[in-house]
Each structure stands twice: as structure tokens, then as C-alpha cells.
């Protein structure tokens, strides 16, 4: 495969995500089976700026596969953010003489690849990872399926202590803006209610639910809420029900950080695998300033624009299944 490109930066940015050690490893060793250099970028944009990089082999990153978090660390960058923290960020890799990158994050990180192409004309592709699935352009990203699972986990423990005990649990999952992790775990965990940014449920709606359960002698209920849920947070909503309700001993169980841990699943693994091939592949062909997807199981490049003006819609027939299911 015929590039002028000859070394490749990497780095991991944002929010950890199961499968970014994989994505990692697949990028490191498609770059040296087509002869390039890699170069690991430490802490995201920060260690662009402060030229914290280390040059990778296939060994570097043997052992990672099933490793969960980011072996490169990551973090936010809010000098990156400048026109000055970006013009250091560019003569580090002049430097070490990276002629293009490689990011794994989310849509934060793509709109750094973005600006440094735009200003330097470096070429960049990004691999999407985040456990919340709500970037546009691709089916799933790395870590959500970890996630999910982690949750669904959670849940039915969860559920063997509300059923000895008679009690309704609101149980809080990650997804300030997504539903996906929600409404998923929901259908898995046998959840009475799920509650999305996505969708307009009312406080009426979501009584008028649990009600139905106490009148048909339900022993135990449980809810799953999406943190950016717009009727409120777990213990908000456990407050409101307990003060017009005495069906159920309630108790409230926030997920949080737990879903961004763990080793990630098969899933993850291979998607992160064959995203990270891709971005190798795509580079050398000449892709640049895009983000890596996967849609109906076949690998996609999409463009900035693309991403940054669209959202990834919560799947209409996973609701429809969950207020079927939820009775």
C-alpha cells in the first residue's frame, strides 16, 4: 500500500472506553505490517502539547487486548483548545516527525482532528471511542457493548434482592445525552420502566406504570433512568414516588463509573479490532479528516460535517419492544 506517509501518531482522548487498549493494538501493528513507524501520544492533547510521546512495537502492545481503561492515559485538554496550545501540539510532532495521527475518543476528539488538519494539514482519522453510542456515522462504538453488559450485570443482582425484599429500585445508568445504555440494559434487565433523554415521558406516565403494578399485587419493580434523563436523576425520582406511594420499600442504586471498567467483551474486542485496521488502511489510501464506522457490519468512512451535524437516533424498534415488554 503506497503512502508518503511514514510515522503515525496515536492517542486516546476523553472519557475511557472499554476496547480502546484493542483499537490501540490493532492500530500499532496494522501500521507496522505496512512498514510504518507508530508513535504513542501519553494523556491525549495534553501530551501533544507537551510532547510526552514514545515510539511503539508490535511488543509494546502485546498483553492489552483484554485490558480494559487506555494503557496511553487519557485526559481533557482545555489548552487544546487555543490557537497557541495547538501550534505546540504541532511542532511536537514536527519534532518527532509524525506526518499523521490517529485518535480514539469521541466527538470532542474528532473536532481536535479537525482543527490541527484545518491549520496544519495534518492528515487525521478518528476511531470512535465512547460507551455512550451516540456518535452518527457508525452502528456501534467502542466500549458501549462493555458497558451495556456491565449494566445488565448490575441489574439482575439488583433484581434477586428487590424480589426478596418487595422493593422498587431505580437504577441510574450512564448517558448524559444517550439512551442507548438505557434502553438496552432496560430490555435485558426485565425492566418496568426506561426512562431516556431521548423520549418525553411525564411524571404522570411513569406513576400511572408502577401504579399498575401495585394494583396487580407486582412484588417488586424496577426502573432504569439515564442520567441526563429529563424528569430527573434516580434519587430525584425515587423522592417524587415516595411521596405519593407506599406500595414498595424503594431504594436507588447509581451505576456510574462502574460501566466505564472492566475488561471488554468479545464484541468490543473485534469491533475496536477491525476499526483499528481500518484507520491504518484508510490513512494510507489517502483518507483524512474523518471518523472510522461500522455500519450493517461493513467498515465506513464519514466526514466531519457528517458527524458533527448529525446525532445518532435511539432505535425506534428498541422502544417500541420495551413499552411492549414492560408490563
Known amino acids: 500500500m503506497e503512502s508518503s506517509i511514514s510515522k503515525i501518531g496515536v492517542f486516546t482522548s476523553g472519557g475511557d472506553a472499554p476496547g480502546m487498549n484493542a483499537a490501540l493494538r490493532a492500530v500499532v501493528r496494522a501500521a507496522i505490517y505496512y512498514k510504518k513507524e507508530v508513535y504513542g501520544i501519553m494523556q491525549g492533547y495534553e501530551g501533544m502539547i507537551a510532547g510526552d510521546m514514545v515510539k511503539l512495537g ?9 485490558r480494559g481503561g487506555t494503557i496511553l492515559k487519557s485526559a481533557r485538554s482545555q489548552e487544546f483548545r487555543t490557537k497557541e496550545g495547538r501550534e505546540k501540539a504541532f511542532i511536537n510532532l514536527q519534532k518527532n516527525g509524525i506526518d499523521a495521527l490517529v485518535a480514539i475518543g469521541g466527538d470532542g476528539t474528532f473536532t481536535g482532528l479537525h482543527k490541527l488538519l484545518e491549520e496544519y494539514a495534518i492528515p487525521a482519522v478518528c476511531i470512535p471511542g465512547t460507551i455512550d453510542n451516540d456518535i452518527a ?32 429500585f431505580f437504577v441510574e445508568v450512564m448517558g448524559r445525552n444517550s439512551g442507548y445504555i438505557a434502553i438496552n440494559s432496560g430490555i435485558a434487565g426485565g425492566a418496568v420502566a426506561t426512562i431516556i433523554p431521548e423520549e418525553s415521558m411525564t411524571l404522570e406516565d411513569l406513576f400511572a406504570k408502577l401504579d399498575e403494578g401495585g394494583k396487580t399485587n407486582k412484588k417488586s419493580s ?29 431504594k436507588v442504586t447509581i451505576l456510574g463509573h462502574l460501566q466505564r471498567g472492566g475488561a471488554p ?41 457528517t458527524i458533527m451535524q448529525h446525532h445518532h437516533e435511539i ?3 428498541a422502544l417500541r419492544i420495551s413499552k411492549i415488554l414492560s408490563i
Open 58 to 66: 508490535a511488543r509494546s502492545v502485546g498483553n492489552i487486548l483484554q
Open 315 to 317: 432505535d425506534s424498534e
Open 137 to 168: 456515522g457508525t452502528d456501534y462504538t467502542v466500549g458501549f457493548d462493555t458497558a451495556t453488559n456491565t449494566a445488565v450485570e448490575a441489574i439482575d443482582k439488583i433484581r434477586d434482592t428487590a424480589l426478596s425484599h418487595n422493593r422498587l
Open 265 to 305: 467483551t468479545y464484541f468490543d474486542r473485534v469491533l475496536a479490532s477491525k476499526m483499528g485496521v481500518a484507520a491504518i488502511e484508510g490513512l494510507l489510501k489517502g483518507e483524512k479528516d474523518v471518523m472510522v464506522g461500522i455500519r450493517d457490519n461493513k467498515i465506513v468512512y464519514n466526514d466531519f460535517d
Open 222 to 250: 424496577l426502573v432504569v433512568v439515564a442520567e441526563g434523563s429529563k424528569l430527573g436523576g434516580a434519587l430525584e425520582l425515587a423522592k417524587k414516588f415516595s411521596e405519593r406511594n407506599n406500595y414498595f420499600d424503594i
